[in-house]
């Protein structure tokens, strides 16, 4: 890679404020990962259940349903900087309540499942408030997209990281260290959030009651084709394949017959993948479709789920688990980009809570689901539906993603006609 390609790929972090969010976010997203690695791992070590793996996931993430969009809300009219502030400090006393609870040995599942639950509803809070603040860290607004991109590397960067150091952490200290880890992170994102020199807040006008700016905000998807469909596209994915790694505790351990430290690795192997691909996504050239990237990488994840999930012999399946993270894991970050770059600046806040609906409103249901019908046709078997699923998917949305190439060749086409035509005459 030529220096002026490593210029490009890494040009967000001329924006002071952004390489400041970007260090804390990271050190803070790597305790996550290691929190959500121990939690799936307590909670199947204790009930040996797919289903209530898949509960567990649904409870971490269903309250987010019922409020991203009052959250979408919130992010327009207030200061998003002290919304973070105040949703990471929630979300560290949440951490420390866990360890507390585990390392004293005063804990149920259902302890951990109401923890998991006040932890999505201040999700509901952040994420809207949390995606759209990267406008206000860059100020070249052409280096956006690249900046979205790097920010999704790091979040897969931490999946790397965060599972393998769980793995260690939960075989040689505990579950109980793990959360721990995760409440001392955000001490990185309180820090990077307080250095920031941003422009003084400017509170906009918010004379509309909150249920009218809901359907305003819905009104304005109906109306922005790209954005309405970009996602219900999420929304289906999030259902019916996303949730495809609440069964990675199950192929650790039954599949694999693995430990603590075989669920760090498969996660970490995935996250390499995700890495690769959100690194290629930032070093992609400006004004490049992404929605035929969007539709490639939906058609790659279908079949890399496929192989994968009947593939018994670990380092094989290894591939097939990167291929996995590369394709499925980016396909969530294209789906942001598109949404965060052509939103309207007095909507942003509101597509953001629409597409966080989508994550955190479907996927709950699809770990229900997913665990559901592993209880009954096994792991494999269940993420092979899944593969085939991705593949209907991307055949379903094809003439949306493909509609702007279409028109191209179109005019293109009649551009060569037309010049045949001028010709003979």
């Not at 599942?109 to 201040?122: D, K, Q």
């Not at 505990?174 to 020199?197: D, T």
């Not at 954005?227 to 199950?250: F, H, K, R």
């Not at 770059?341 to 229900?368: C, E, H, K, Q, W």
Request: proline fraction near 3%; charged fraction near 15%.
């Amino acid at each position: 890679m030529t220096r002026d390609t490593l210029l490009h790929t890494f040009r967000a972090f001329k924006n002071r404020n952004y390489a400041l969010f970007f260090a804390g976010q990271g050190i803070s997203q790597i305790g996550t990962w290691m929190q959500r690695t121990g939690v799936s791992w307590v909670v199947y070590s204790m009930t040996h259940s797919e289903f209530m793996l898949g509960l567990t996931i649904f409870a971490s993430q269903f309250p987010s349903f019922f409020f991203s969009l009052y959250g979408g809300i919130i992010s327009d009219r207030y200061n998003r900087r002290k919304i973070l502030l105040i949703t990471q400090s929630a979300s560290m006393i949440q951490a420390i309540l866990l360890a507390v609870l585990i390392l004293t040995g005063h804990y149920s599942l259902w302890w951990i499942i109401i923890l998991s639950a006040i932890l999505g509803l201040i999700n509901a809070f952040d994420v809207p408030a949390r995606q759209p603040m990267l406008h206000e860290l860059i100020q070249d607004k052409t280096d956006l997209t690249n900046a979205l991109a790097l920010n999704s590397a790091m979040v897969n960067l931490a999946r790397i990281i965060g599972p393998a150091l769980s793995g260690i952490v939960l075989v040689n200290f505990g579950a109980g260290i793990c959360f721990l880890s995760n409440a001392f992170s955000f001490v990185a994102v309180l820090i990077s959030l307080l250095l920031m020199k941003l422009a003084p807040f400017v509170p906009a006008p918010h004379k509309k009651k909150t249920g009218s700016q809901l359907v305003e905000g819905f009104t304005y998807l109906k109306q922005t084709p790209l954005l309405g469909m970009t996602i219900l596209m999420a929304a289906i994915l999030s259902l019916l394949v996303w949730p495809y790694d609440t069964l990675i505790p199950v192929f650790a351990k039954v599949v694999f017959k693995g430990d603590a430290a075989t669920f760090g690795y498969i996660s970490s192997f995935m996250g390499v993948g995700a890495i690769i691909g959100t690194f290629m996504l930032a070093a992609l050239k400006k004004g490049t479709d992404l929605k035929i990237v969007l539709l490639i990488n939906t058609i790659v994840s279908g079949i890399s789920l496929m192989l994968f999930s009947h593939i018994t012999y670990f380092p094989l399946a290894m591939v097939f688990a990167t291929i996995t993270g590369f394709s499925t894991l980016s396909l969530a970050t294209i789906c942001i980009t598109i949404v965060q770059v052509n939103a309207d600046v007095t909507m942003r806040g509101r597509a953001m809570s629409y597409i966080a609906l989508a994550f955190f409103g479907m996927l709950p249901l699809g770990s229900l689901l997913i665990g559901s019908i592993s209880q009954r046709i096994g792991a494999p078997d269940t993420l092979l539906c899944e593969g085939i699923m991705a593949l209907l998917i991307a055949a379903a949305f094809s003439p949306f993603l493909r509609s702007d190439r279409l028109k191209k060749r179109e005019k293109e086409q009649f551009e060569e006609t037309e010049d045949l035509v001028m010709k003979k005459l």
